[in-house]
């Protein structure tokens, strides 16, 4: 109780030192609010997603079945699977059956309003057309005009119509497989829960089948009600009885809304983990910054301690003095960054808003377990990053009481510390080069992040002993010809505890190591996919969906019409069992295009000849496919084509297999899967490639962009479009990797500033010295500049210089899958460096600032 006393006593004896203390723990606890943030923002999408699922359910769903001999991806097939509508009749009349209705819904639609723009999301959320039924007006509640009620009327969700602008009579154009039809709008329904970002419009079930499944009397699914008194299980059982138990697929309310939380929650289960990966790396940020903090506070008390020591306190007493006032200091740390991870997830929810997906606040969920897990880990991070600060705390000794307290000793760093860094390092770079030259892309993986912790623990370890070389090195080229004596003060500063400076670059080096491993990564990935383009890609324009749908038959003719291109290559994924002479069953599907597909495409043959593989019942196959199971030109493979009937196609040519579009190359004409496939089971054509005459390609890529304005699902892409839309891509998902990294960053930056604090605390009385012999303040504030800049330097030339290796280690074990070419992207890697000096010199200037309003006399006087 004693020391409890006593440690609450020096807590609030000391509020300036304190405070700066607190204000690094905050910083440091602030993979607390990431942690609480990303488990409030998960819980809440999963109580609206739970919510939507179990409204919008009915009590027994029955859908198509999916055959293991399907194949097909339903996400780019042109039409969604179907009932016959005698099911429905069949369900209606099942026992404990109340009624039954027939529900038609589609994604493979696009909805454009009178400027042939697309009303859809864009960001991903799918555009659903769908009939409108007695279900639907369970979620959805008409407050403007009326339900559809023929091929002419349309009705659009609130959000959507508020989104585009949309009005009762406003003219819609839906895009299907089966062709465009015009509608108006006729009303406007709004949801009664949460929205969770798609576009929604409704038809009549008369024409929601005709438009949408090209035939009537079908149906995607039923939704059967039952009678009052029967359960949702009894009357599943019956409905399968009546409709055969095998036949589709059933589902009870709870299965569905299960079935769909499911298949959400994969996708919310890798964003949860995902923002959870960068709390620990706050984590890590945050662990080196309690230490540092508590490392400063043990040596500017030294000759309390001392005294202390010297008045009968135990070792075991002053470890835990210090001990005690970090638990304060991590549950005041720790109850704020839950507080901030509930503000944290509130802008995730707003964010998301912007994006299209409407999260309610409403629905804000904080589960128990969510302030207590950040309580317990920021208090315990805290408690185990102030141990070692703690024990050297308990090392003092009485002796240091009698010692000049005004002036800080250097800190050497030992010879222990150098041979463990060098070790840890050393391993760390043998596991990297074993990841880069591994065979197999698992076994790399495993050596991959080895080779990351042991690198990063080796350079966290060795890091003080570096600090020595490399500061000076740094001083070299940017202290001493800016700052002459004041910048080698700065530099003395800098390397005369090298702990201290190698735990605050430390904090940096990890955010800066990791945008520098994933820079080279996107950049590789972009120099890769360009030259494989180039390699690989001899058409002029290709032309795709942006959200995966499949070219329409109208769009397909479209192009086949246009009198700009002179050759056009349709591109399918043809689902398939493909089986191997000795019976194996090898593949479930392959490609399938026209005869142009040479002159588009190019392929180098290793055998065969590739123009015989477009001759009837012929085909292609890569090389890799070839030599596993040993077959070659001449050879016959038994193909059964999902929805049609089994082939033999014959080998005509094995073809090299040099880039990542040729693994598993294995490619026939269209021509021959229409033989043995029926017209109504014909696989999409999920990309086109267009050829222009020579001198013609300008004139051509406008022709087309103009021809394709009504349906702007499409994009047509020159070879420099593509390989700009790439890079797009990639760049878009490094700004988000970057935007998460910045929590981290920010924290290292904002230790940087508070250690700089902490250390003009520490060196009050020889500043005041200084101060008294001549310094100016400016000078003062500048030599704090600089070295600030140095430190941020020198966790810049560490945290960029092991990024690279890291990014150069993954790209040789991607390079398995297709990533080949290795680019360091050096301008991104000098703006980062750039950008850490002027880092250094904005977070020196409040402590400079600081530092300069000192009373000389005071300062002198401090003890």
């Known amino acids: 109780m004693t020391v409890f006393k006593a440690s609450l006593r020096n807590f609030f004896a000391h509020k300036g030192r304190m405070g700066l203390s607190a204000v690094a723990v905050v910083l440091s606890v602030a993979f607390v609010a990431f942690v609480c943030g990303t488990l409030v923002f998960t819980d809440t999408m999963n109580t609206t997603f739970d919510r939507l699922f179990a409204t919008t359910s009915p009590d027994v769903t029955v859908s198509p079945k999916k055959?293991?001999?399907?194949?097909?991806?339903?996400?780019t097939a042109a039409r969604p699977r179907t009932l016959p509508a005698s099911a429905l009749g069949t369900a209606r009349a099942a026992d404990g059956a109340r009624s039954a209705e027939g529900v038609v819904s589609s994604e493979r639609v696009t909805v454009v309003d009178g400027d042939d723009k697309n009303i859809g999301s864009t960001t991903g959320a799918p555009t659903i057309a769908a009939n409108w039924t007695s279900g639907d007006r369970r979620t959805m509640k008409i407050t403007s005009g009326h339900a559809p009620r023929g091929a002419s009327e349309v009705m659009v969700d609130a959000d959507t119509a508020k989104k585009r602008h949309l009005r009762i009579g406003d003219e819609l154009r839906t895009i299907a497989a089966d062709g465009d039809f015009t509608a108006r709008v006729s009303g406007i329904a709004t949801f009664q829960v949460t929205n969770p970002g798609a576009a929604i419009v409704y038809f009549d079930t008369p024409t929601a089948q005709r438009q949408l499944l090209g035939r009537t009397g079908a149906y995607t699914g039923i939704a059967v009600t039952a009678e009052q008194g029967v359960t949702h299980a009894l009357l599943k059982k019956n409905v399968s009885a009546s409709l055969g138990a095998g036949k589709y697929t059933y589902q009870t309310q709870k299965e569905a809304a299960d079935s769909n939380r499911e298949e959400i929650g994969s996708f919310l289960d890798v964003m949860k983990y995902a923002l959870l990966g960068f709390a620990g790396i706050a984590?890590?940020?945050?662990?080196?910054?309690?230490?540092?903090?508590?490392?400063?506070?043990?040596?500017?008390?030294?000759?309390?301690?001392?005294?202390?020591?010297?008045?009968?306190?135990?070792?075991?007493?002053?470890?835990?003095?210090?001990?005690?006032?970090a638990l304060l200091l991590g549950v005041v740390g720790s109850v704020l960054g839950v507080g901030a991870g509930v503000g944290l997830a509130v802008g995730l929810m707003?964010?998301?808003?912007?994006?299209?997906?409407?999260?309610?606040?409403?629905?804000?969920?904080?589960?128990?377990?969510?302030?207590?897990?950040?309580?317990?880990?920021?208090?315990?991070?805290?408690?185990?990053?102030?141990?070692?600060?703690?024990?050297?705390?308990?090392?003092v000794s009485p002796m240091a009481a009698l010692r000049d307290a005004g002036t800080p000793a250097d800190v050497k760093t030992g010879a222990v510390r150098a041979v463990l860094g060098v070790l840890?390092?050393?391993?760390?770079?043998?596991?990297?080069?074993?990841?880069?030259?591994?065979?197999?892309?698992?076994?790399?993986?495993?050596?991959?992040?080895?080779?990351?912790?042991?690198?990063?623990?080796?350079?966290?370890?060795?890091?003080?002993?570096?600090?020595?070389?490399?500061?000076?090195?740094?001083?070299?080229?940017?202290?001493?010809?800016?700052?002459?004596?004041?910048?080698?003060?700065?530099?003395?500063?800098?390397?005369?505890?090298?702990?201290?400076?190698?735990?605050?670059?430390?904090?940096l080096m990890i955010g800066l190591a990791l945008v520098a491993s994933l820079s080279v990564v996107g950049s590789s990935m972009v120099a890769s996919a360009t030259q494989e383009l180039d390699r690989s890609v001899g058409a002029d324009f290709i032309v795709q969906s942006g959200n995966g749908q499949p070219v329409t038959p109208g769009v397909e003719r479209k192009l086949r019409d246009s009198a700009s291109l002179k050759t056009v290559t349709s591109y399918k994924i043809v689902p398939a069992r493909v089986t191997t002479p000795d019976g194996k069953t090898a593949r479930e599907q392959f490609s399938a295009t026209d005869p142009?597909?040479?002159?588009?495409?190019?392929?180098?043959?290793?055998?065969?000849?590739?123009?015989?593989?477009?001759?009837?019942?012929?085909?292609?196959?890569?090389?890799?496919?070839?030599?596993?199971?040993?077959?070659?030109?001449?050879?016959?493979?038994?193909?059964?084509?999902?929805?049609?009937?089994?082939?033999?196609?014959?080998?005509?040519?094995?073809?090299?297999?040099?880039t990542s579009v040729d693994k598993?190359?294995?490619?026939?004409?269209?021509?021959?899967?229409?033989?043995?496939?029926?017209?109504?089971?014909?696989?999409?054509?999920?990309?086109?490639?267009?050829?222009?005459?020579?001198?013609?390609?300008?004139?051509?890529?406008?022709?087309?962009?103009?021809?394709?304005?009504?349906?702007p699902q499409y994009q047509v892409h020159d070879q420099a479009d593509f390989k700009q839309t790439l890079q797009?891509?990639?760049?878009?998902?490094?700004?988000?990797?970057?935007?998460?990294?910045?929590?981290?960053?920010?924290?290292?930056?904002?230790?940087?500033?508070?250690?700089?604090?902490?250390?003009?605390?520490?060196?009050?009385?020889?500043?005041?010295?200084?101060?008294?012999?001549?310094?100016?303040?400016?000078?003062?504030?500048?030599?704090i500049r600089l070295e600030s800049v140095v430190i941020a330097l020198f966790g810049a030339l560490l945290g960029l210089g092991l990024g690279m290796c890291w990014g150069a280690?993954?790209?040789?074990?991607?390079?398995?899958?297709?990533?080949?070419?290795?680019?360091?992207?050096?301008?991104?890697?000098?703006?980062?460096?750039?950008?850490?000096?002027?880092?250094?010199?904005?977070?020196?200037?409040?402590?400079?600032?600081?530092?300069?309003?000192?009373?000389?006399?005071?300062?002198?006087?401090?003890?």
Request: glycine letters at 10%; aromatic letters at 4%; charged letters at 20%.
């Open 67 to 75: 055959t293991a001999d399907d194949g097909s991806d339903q996400r």
């Open 283 to 325: 984590l890590l940020v945050g662990i080196f910054l309690i230490v540092n903090t508590f490392s400063m506070l043990v040596a500017q008390r030294t000759r309390e301690i001392g005294l202390m020591r010297a008045i009968g306190s135990s070792r075991r007493q002053v470890n835990r003095s210090v001990l005690i006032e």
């Open 350 to 395: 707003k964010l998301m808003g912007q994006l299209g997906m409407n999260l309610s606040t409403s629905e804000l969920t904080v589960a128990w377990t969510t302030p207590v897990t950040g309580l317990v880990l920021g208090v315990l991070v805290t408690l185990l990053a102030a141990y070692l600060p703690a024990r050297r705390a308990g090392r």
């Open 424 to 507: 840890l390092t050393g391993g760390g770079a043998a596991a990297l080069y074993e990841a880069s030259k591994s065979a197999k892309a698992a076994e790399g993986s495993v050596y991959l992040g080895a080779g990351v912790v042991l690198t990063l623990v080796g350079f966290v370890v060795v890091g003080p002993v570096l600090a020595g070389a490399l500061v000076r090195v740094l001083s070299l080229v940017t202290l001493r010809p800016f700052g002459g004596r004041v910048g080698r003060l700065a530099e003395r500063n800098a390397l005369r505890n090298p702990r201290r400076t190698g735990a605050t670059a430390a904090a």
């Open 596 to 658: 142009s597909y040479m002159k588009d495409l190019r392929r180098e043959v290793k055998s065969g000849d590739l123009a015989a593989a477009y001759d009837r019942d012929a085909m292609s196959v890569g090389a890799d496919f070839a030599k596993k199971h040993g077959v070659g030109p001449g050879d016959s493979l038994t193909v059964a084509f999902a929805g049609g009937e089994s082939a033999k196609l014959t080998v005509a040519a094995v073809t090299k297999e040099e």
């Open 664 to 711: 598993g190359a294995m490619y026939t004409d269209i021509a021959t899967v229409r033989r043995h496939v029926p017209a109504a089971q014909m696989p999409p054509t999920v990309m086109m490639f267009g050829s222009a005459e020579d001198g013609r390609e300008d004139a051509a890529y406008a022709a087309l962009k103009k021809e394709l304005k009504p349906y």
């Open 728 to 783: 797009d891509q990639v760049g878009q998902m490094l700004n988000m990797v970057y935007g998460l990294l910045a929590l981290a960053i920010i924290v290292a930056v904002l230790g940087v500033v508070n250690t700089l604090a902490l250390s003009v605390v520490e060196r009050t009385r020889e500043i005041g010295l200084m101060r008294a012999i001549g310094l100016a303040r400016r000078q003062l504030r500048r030599m």
């Open 809 to 863: 280690a993954a790209q040789k074990l991607l390079a398995l899958e297709g990533l080949n070419v290795l680019e360091i992207p050096w301008p991104t890697i000098g703006a980062v460096f750039a950008g850490s000096a002027l880092v250094g010199l904005v977070a020196a200037l409040v402590p400079a600032f600081r530092a300069g309003r000192m009373n000389v006399l005071n300062a002198i006087a401090t003890e």
